[in-house]
């Protein structure tokens, strides 16, 4: 909690004993005492969640969706129409999938509530004048605690003591470059560039520091971003919104065409009005897929375990298919697209231009450059940049699981592994010529130099810095081991080299020295020595240019996003000229994009940033809030906004995005909280797998409505033949065998088709439109008017077949006994048997099921042998054969049924070869 009125402006403005004053502390921190007093006052530095729903509630939700209520309403429809086992069955449908999509959500939330690690858990405070460690979520304003590198900022915090201290805030600010902090005042540049504060949730590079914090817990800078992301709410997805209007739509088809056979049943066929209303409730419950619900969950549920294995952790079920459905992706560029560490890609010297770029070092101390194998000892200016660059920092990097921890800067840590991977021997260098004296790196005079003794001698100052001021106190240069005076000529290429890395978004770090003769009385020597006495009449050696990477796996991935339509905009606090150059050099925009800044964003109308964002852009030196404006007019724009993150400043376009992607590994609490999905390794293309299971899932429930509808055109005809034929012809098909195909035959099949794999080529075609719909025009003609009708001519050639053999048109049509309980049995057994084809063709919509493997759906199989063990337990079980009208079929019967899937099934493939055959050549 916030202990004064006080502006954080005033803290980093006041002096160390005023702020002290202020805060009513000391240097020796607070007493015990007075600290539990503040604790209970101003309560625990933590981030305070949203208030969130209670288990019950959560529970209940999977329960009163419009296709849970639709079912409620058919099963107790059923129930007092006289069909309890109708009614119970349609209810244990509701029961089973609210179970399972609860179970779903529950096991999600466990996986992310482990990685939620919010704040450290130890920090060194002083209590009682003397230093201890507590928990962090105990610290108060007032208290006062150190800092070293590696350890994580707990509070916002006012530096009274600082040594080569740097801070990484790239959190924040999303900036790679971490922040010198001291003493004096300085505002900086951009948001949070305060010299003297330091702010909770970011990490201390370099040096060491005292602290007194004046902000704990959503009063701290990371706290009030916090604050405005749980004032976002929600809104329903697309796909929640989609089964919204596809239930309607079902309900309005399901209610009218029971209805008209409801009527048409008392008019046409002078049916008893109880007897009329089982007929309609029977074609009501037809048309309404039972199976949509449990196919959702499981579609969902199998793209969240396939997403799990590939790195996406999924918080919410329904934010798999908003994924597929992702039309623009705001993506921060550091640890999002780059790696978040800096690297030497290239070192420059008068001499010698070596490009380090993918080459990388090899053994025996030798480095690959330009192609040819260079032995660094044999180049003497590689060797002095190597030695200076190694002596000169204040960074170690530890190797830990295979991989570098580094425990200070990325800008140094990228010279300490240059120096490892050239072999060169930092601790040998460290011991023979160790430090005496240290001028720390300051922005004023942007350099940072070091004092070592070289021999018995020679003192060695080694100084790295900016160029730009650096070069001004050189007065020699060394080439090829040689040192002379530097010329203009010299500078002016040593300059044009500099600016050439520049405009290429590179950073350039230049490597100096100088030897001082070493006097008898060493100590006064180096009391003498001052930062302007010593850096100057230096000796350049060359320039470290480095950069923060991209991702390896980057290109791929946005390649990938290029190919699905899929429009990748940068978003980051870093520089214009590092934002473009590495989004041009991705592959992410191309060299035209216009790169737009925090403050050219916040002079523009909401009309021009919405013409903006429709063209090639990139957004760079952006604070929090203008994040939130980005995705805000996206989604004005129509778009569906996938915002990556993780950092804190991430946090509220995470949660005003469709889908907020956060990184799991450098990711903040907040960042993570805010968002629908994590990825547990920080990996780009994580995302492009998640879309392509969105994509897939999407598909899926595509295929499922195919199938599934399909069936209701054979259910349906042959009560239109009852109804027209005003009774004459014989119902073909009961009520309970409607519902034997709805609950019983095409249920585990439909499931099958809900873990379907991607389809090939599902990530060249573009993203749906918001305007499409589930149940679109292909799915309807496919199922309704091919299929539909299909399996109508064929299950009502079965009925007549079944009459002709026993004498019609001779004889009057089976109205009753076993020549009728066989005709119905043959009908359903036809539609049962041709939806094994359905199934097995609604696997792919253009591949060949041959190619994809037609085995490879194994769940498709269990459905398929499932219903054909149920076919053939109702027709020879005395109980079932009286409940659903059913009786043993002849041989010849089984013969003409197991024919049935092979025509329809061939010639579906050969519809698909032809479509595959006119894409390839248009």
Known sequence: MKATENSRATYAQSQPDAVLDQLHTTKAGLSQTEATKRLAQYGQNSITKAAESSQLKVFLKNFISLMAILLWVSGAIAILGGTLELGIAIWLVNVINGCFSFWQEHQAKKATDSLMAMLPTYTQVYRDGKRQQINAVDLVPGDVFTLQAGNAVPVDARLLEATSMQVDQSALTGESVPESKYIRYDAGEGEFAESNLVYAGTTVGAGTGLAVCYATGMHTEFGKIASLTQQQTKVLSPLQKELDRLTKQI??????????????????????????????????????????????????????????????????????????????ICSDKTGTLTQNQMT??????????????????????????????????????????????????????????????????????????????????????????????EFPFDSDRKRMGTVHQHDDHTLSACVKGSLSDLLPQCTTVQVNGVVRPITDDDREKINAANTKY??????????????????????????ALTIENTENQLTFVGLTVMADPPRPEIFDAVAKCHAANIKIIMVTGDSTLTAKSIAVKIGLTSDKARVVTGTELDAMSEP????????????????????????????????????????????????????GVAMGVTGTDVAKDAADMILTDDNFASIVAAIEEGRTVYANLQKFLTY???????????????????????????????LTVDLGTDMLPALGLGAEQAEPGIMNQPPRKRTAHLMN??????????????????????????????????????????????????????????????????????????????????????????????????????FFQGLFNTTVLQASDWIFLAIIPIPVFLIEEARKAWTRHNMAAK
Not at 283 to 300: C, D, H, K, Y
Not at 348 to 373: M, S
Not at 610 to 616: F, T, Y
Not at 709 to 731: D, K, Q, Y
Request: proline share 4%.
């Open 251 to 328: 309900s309005m088809i399901a209610i009218a065409i029971g209805l008209a056979f409801f009527v048409a049943a008392i008019f046409f066929v002078h049916y008893p009005i109880a007897k009329s209303f089982i007929f309609a409730l029977g074609m009501i419950v037809a048309f309404i897929p039972e199976g949509l619900l449990p196919t959702v969950t499981l579609s969902l549920a199998h793209g969240v375990q396939r997403m799990a294995k590939k790195h996406a952790l999924v918080k919410d079920l329904n934010s798999v298919e908003t994924l597929g459905e992702t039309t623009v």
């Open 344 to 437: 030497v890609n290239h070192i420059w010297t008068l001499a010698h231009h070596y490009d380090v770029t993918g080459q990388g070092y090899v053994n025996n101390g030798e480095i690959q450059l330009d192609g040819q194998t260079v032995d660094y000892q044999k180049d003497p200016d590689l060797d002095k940049l190597l030695r200076v660059a190694a002596l000169n920092n204040d960074t170690t990097v530890q190797m830990a699981d295979g991989k570098p921890k580094i425990l200070g800067t990325p800008t140094e840590a990228a010279l300490v592994i240059m120096a490892q991977k050239a072999k060169f021997d930092i601790d040998h260098a460290e011991k023979a010529t160790p430090r005496l004296k």
């Open 502 to 527: 520049a405009a290429m978004g590179l950073r350039s770090l230049a490597i100096a020295y100088r030897e001082i003769p070493l006097q008898k009385d060493l100590q006064s020597q180096l009391d």
């Open 608 to 659: 021009e940033l919405q013409e903006a964002l429709r063209g090639e852009i990139i957004f760079a030196r952006v604070a929090p809030e203008q994040k939130y404006k980005i995705v805000s007019t996206l989604q004005e724009n129509g778009e569906i906004v996938a915002s990556t993150g993780d950092g804190v400043n991430d946090a509220p376009a995470l949660k005003k995005a469709d889908i």
């Open 708 to 738: 599934i509808l399909t069936s209701n055109v054979p259910e349906a005809i042959p009560s239109v033949l009852f109804l027209f034929s005003r009774g004459l012809i014989p119902l073909p098909m009961t009520v309970m065998q409607i």
């Open 777 to 878: 025009k292909h799915v309807v003609m496919k199922a309704f008017a091919w299929y539909g009708l299909l399996a109508s001519a064929i299950s009502t050639f079965a009925y007549f077949f079944v009459n002709w053999q026993n004498g019609w048109p001779q004889v009057a049509l089976f109205s009753n006994g076993n020549g009728y309980a066989r005709a119905t049995t043959m009908v359903l057994g036809a539609i049962v048997f041709f939806q094994i084809a359905n199934a097995l063709n609604c696997r792919t919509q253009f591949a060949s099921v041959i190619k994809a493997g037609i085995f490879s759906n194994k769940r498709i199989w269990y459905g398929i042998i499932f219903e054909v063990l149920l076919l053939i337990v109702l027709t020879v079980v005395p």
